[in-house]
C-alpha cells in the first residue's frame, strides 16, 4: 500500500525532543508539512494533545496514520482502540514505522491491541519505578528536593522579625521578593522546628 502519510511526532517535557522521531517521520515519506507535533504531554491520555487531534483531522480515506514507536501514539488502551477502530472505519492505515496495519485485518488488530497493552502496562511500571529510583537517589544524597528559596540565615531573620511583631508577613514578603505563601511556610510550616 502506497497511502499518503501523515506522521504524529510526541514528547512527554517541553525539554524533550522530537528531532529524531521528525527524522524517522520524514526518512518513511511524510511530507513535512504532514508531521503533527504535541511536546510535553503524556501518551497516557488523549486530552489536550492538539497536535494528535491535527493529524487525525489530516487523514483521509486511503492515507497511512504514522508514528515511529506505538508509545508515541498512545499509552492508553482505552483510547488507542478507540482512535484506531476511527481510523479504520475511515479507510486510514496505520503505520508503526515501515510497517502498515490495516484495523480490519485480524492479524493487525490482535498486534496493534497488543502494542496497546504494553504501552499501557509499561505507563503504569513507570510512575513506581520513577519514585523507587527518587527515594534511592534521595537516601543516597544524589536527590535533593527542590532547594529553599531564601538561605537559611534569611529564613531566620524572618522567623525572629515576624515573631517579635516587628513586620508583617506582607512587607516580608516584598522585603525578600518572594510570594506571601513562601513567608507563611517559613513562619508557620515545618522549618520552624528547625
Known sequence: MNGTRVG??????DEQDVAIQTEQLLALGVPED???IDRGF????????????QAL??????SVFTVTK????????????????DLS???VLFGLGASIYDWKDPFGRLFLQTLAMVAEFEATLGNP???????????????????PKLPEPARRSIRRRYAEGEV???????????????????????????
Open 168 to 194: 508583617s508577613l506582607a512587607d516580608l514578603a516584598t522585603e525578600y521578593s518572594v510570594g506571601r505563601s513562601t513567608i507563611h511556610r517559613i513562619v508557620h510550616g515545618p522549618e520552624t522546628s528547625r
Open 70 to 85: 506505538f508509545d508515541r501514539f498512545a499509552r492508553n488502551m482505552a483510547e488507542a482502540n478507540q482512535i484506531l477502530t
Open 129 to 147: 519505578r520513577t519514585r523507587e529510583a527518587m527515594a534511592r537517589d534521595k537516601k543516597n544524597g544524589k536527590l535533593k528536593g527542590k532547594q
Open 89 to 91: 472505519g475511515r479507510g
Open 57 to 62: 483531522a489530516a487523514v483521509w480515506n486511503g
Open 34 to 36: 504532514r508531521i503533527y
Open 8 to 13: 504524529y511526532a510526541r514528547c512527554s517535557t
Open 42 to 53: 503524556s501518551g497516557t491520555t488523549r486530552r489536550n494533545r492538539n497536535g494528535l487531534d
